[in-house]
């Protein structure tokens, strides 16, 4: 059992073995599942992750309240286009992560990996990857449980709760978590994984959660795509020997910190931010009409 990285590094020590390996064998322990239910289990999870990613492809997926929809498609057709600047990889990541916001703005299934105002970095990022390395499925699913573990461990010393530490607990862990994924698939060792993780946190730390309408589609979706740069990015820098400093767990407590230090209205309060410029008001007014409603839902439970 592992409760920080320091922990789980301990633990690998001189067995040459992967944070995956130590991931699976923790859940084997206190799940009593067997290593081939358990890859079982994440390829499910991965399946849905890829069918998510790719929905809203060819054809635009809008949701409900018609506040966001249709990028996904629009990314797609722009890189058919050749007109692009960043690399083919990263434009398809983004992409992927648009339209799995997408879906799960529609109300379509997701994985909530770390949460589903999250849900496109990780399965952006993954598969964008995995595809561009022709990775093997076991060592696709391998990154995913190195995901999983790197999501573990910001949970239980931190949080991934937008209303509890801000957008940064949520695409801050998403991008971690997707960044250590994508290092190891990339070959690289548990302790490149965790300097990969430590930046990508670093990156955003202080990110706000500010949603228009108090609805988890703007400015989610373009964070989502923005999340999978940052992975990205923190894979190569840490691939390159570049390291945080900065130890992951130490990284994991300062957002804990700076999220409680963040006030209400910027915490998935949709009373701060771009939530409450003109422009945000207006279009709450728009979708919730002009009867008072603050599209605050978690909070007032007047409809129920």
Known sequence: MYHNAKELLALIGDSGKSIADIVIENEMEISEMSREAIMDELQRRYDIMYKACHDGLETAVTSISGLTGGTGKQMWDFIKSGKGIQDLTTQKGIA????????????GLIVAAPTAGACGILPGTLICVAEKLNSEKEDILKALATAA?????????????????????????????????????????????FEAAAIAMKNVMGLVCDPVAGLVEMPCTKRNASGVTNAILCCDLAMAGITSHIPFDEVVDAMFRVGKALPSTLRETALGGIAVTPTGIALKEKIFGGGGCSGNCASCGACK
Request: hydrophobic share 40%; net charge negative; with cysteine.
């Open 96 to 107: 992927y992560a648009l339209s799995c916001s997408e879906v799960n703005a529609s109300m």
């Open 149 to 193: 573990g790197v999501g573990q461990i910001i949970t239980k010393n931190a949080t991934v709760s937008g209303a509890e530490g801000g957008c940064q607990a949520e695409c801050g862990a998403a991008a971690s978590m997707a960044a250590a994924a994508i290092t190891q698939l990339c070959g690289g060792s548990p302790e490149q994984c």
